[in-house]
């Protein structure tokens, strides 16, 4: 059966609507985090990955792996971390896996995978990215290089613009705000879908 253009036309024009309608509401969530601090290992376990699940096609997440670190040189570009060598080795592990890592699910899940053990960040990177189907050694490589301090520097850079100012691990932002981060840390899905219209059907009160 044929439909006339304009019936064609009127057609896609609403299909068009329907997805734009999703593609502008989404909600962004910004993590700024330590992978050896516990607290941050808890809230991707308990809270990010969960509320991401909720409804992915949803959700844009922005990783950054810095935390309360500091550069404490520039020229080598070195840093002291809050947790010592072990985790500037796993925020460098972290910072190279976002800058390679292009899909956003597969990202979360390493990123996750890895955060729940970092006694040897190398060797939990191996092992998590193997069970996943993702590339290790270019984000190994790129770790032990300059190139993986560079990006644990831009995080630094870009952790250092919050404002206010991060004080604790892990800092989260939606849709660029920083309000409310008790509710943040431990009732992220909830947060997510006050700033969502329409809310996923899944959204507290409409299950």
Known sequence: MFLPRG?????????????QVFADN???VGVYYETLSPNCSEFFI???IPAYRQAAYRINVTL???????VSSTDPLT????HGETECEGLKIHSCAVALVHDQTSLLKLAECTIRNQTDPEARLTECATEQGIEWRP?????KTTTGSELLKVNGDKTNELNPTLTNVPTITLNGSQDDQSELRTNLWNEICDVLQPKPLNCPGLE
């Open 26 to 28: 989404t909600a962004t």
């Open 79 to 82: 840093f002291t971390c809050e």
């Open 46 to 48: 308990n809270q990010l």
């Open 7 to 19: 019936v064609l036309s009127a057609f896609g024009l609403a299909i068009l609507f329907h997805a």
């Open 64 to 70: 950054v792996p810095f935390g309360k670190t500091v």
């Open 139 to 143: 984000i190994a490589d790129c770790a």
